[in-house]
């Protein structure tokens, strides 16, 4: 029992990862920007986070860095893409390619560098209900704010005015601009604020997670992220619910290693990204449903007037 508890936390844990850099995510795709950069930009905010991390030994300070890396590298995208309508693929292939040498050349200092002990998280009393206790109440308080956000989110996007606005600049963007609301200005917010979330994700891999500096250590977690919007057809409490599905196989591998099954490694490596390709093949099968719920003008570009 013990260890299924454990498995649970761990699962809450990677899941927490997956759940606000896909959170980001959902925010660019519902303005209508996609950005395949979240690899890139994870990886230059683990390392800005852990390099912060390092130098003052504040995790709150080194969230807070990997969230301004995002944000301004999503920045740039959002620039490329949205001002200059650059491709909005390959502009985010080459972002994610550009973070990963860019975090590679200036993490090399750090890859010998260790953080300190870790601060350990109870929940009074909580913590103490057996199962529970250690599955629930032990948590990073990453893990409860990656719930709260997607709560949050839900209900700003179908509750709130500007939520709503968000929604129809990326649905129409022509209809959007001819009442009058700056699409582009919104669209860049929205590409912030999601480079911002994938941010706070690379951080929290290279501070909480692991914590340690490893050139490519998210491992594409990026493109997990990426493929959750989709498989939660763009909802986010369907978005942290399959963080939580692919968090839970991703570490499974560990519990059937540390249980001594007799699986070759590799293949229990593999399993989060067969996972991620079973899922997208099984939702592509059935396109109109796809259409349904995408945004209308999702990798469309806009310009006024144009």
Request: contains cysteine; glycine residues 12%; positive net charge.
């Amino acid at each position: 029992m013990s260890e299924i508890a454990l498995l649970v936390a761990a699962t809450l844990n990677a899941g927490t990862v997956l759940g606000i850099a896909a959170l980001g995510l959902l925010i660019n795709e519902r303005a209508g920007i996609v950005n395949l950069g979240a690899e890139g930009l994870m990886l230059v905010a683990a390392v800005a986070g852990f390099a912060t991390a390092v130098h003052t030994g504040s995790d709150t300070l080194a969230v807070g860095a990997g969230a301004i890396a995002g944000g301004a590298l999503a920045a740039v995208f959002g620039l490329l893409v949205i001002w200059l309508n650059t491709n909005q693929y390959a502009t985010g292939l080459a972002l994610s390619l550009f973070g990963a040498g860019f975090s590679a050349f200036v993490g090399q200092p750090y890859t010998r560098e260790r953080l300190g002990e870790r601060t350990s998280f109870d929940i009074p009393r909580l913590s103490d209900i057996p199962f529970f206790g250690p599955a629930l109440f032990k948590q990073h308080p990453m893990v409860w704010v990656a719930i709260g956000l997607a709560l949050a989110l839900a209900w700003w996007l179908t509750r709130s005015r500007s939520g709503l606005v968000l929604r129809a600049v990326g649905e129409s963007p022509e209809s959007a601009h001819a009442l009058g609301y700056p699409v582009r200005r919104i669209r860049l917010a929205a590409v912030i604020a999601g480079g911002a979330l994938c941010g706070v994700a690379g951080a929290y891999i290279s501070v909480v997670y692991t914590p340690l500096w490893v050139e490519g250590m998210v491992a594409g977690k990026g493109w997990i992220a990426l493929a959750l919007t989709t498989f939660a057809t763009w909802r986010p409490a369907r978005v942290l619910a399959g963080a939580y599905l692919f968090g839970g196989v991703t570490m499974l591998q560990f519990h059937l290693q540390g249980q001594g099954v007799q699986i070759a490694s590799q293949f229990l490596v593999m399993l989060p990204y067969v996972a991620t390709i079973v899922v997208l093949v099984l939702i592509s099968s059935n396109a109109a449903w796809i259409r349904a719920n995408m945004p209308a003008s999702l990798g469309k570009a806009f310009t006024p007037g144009g």
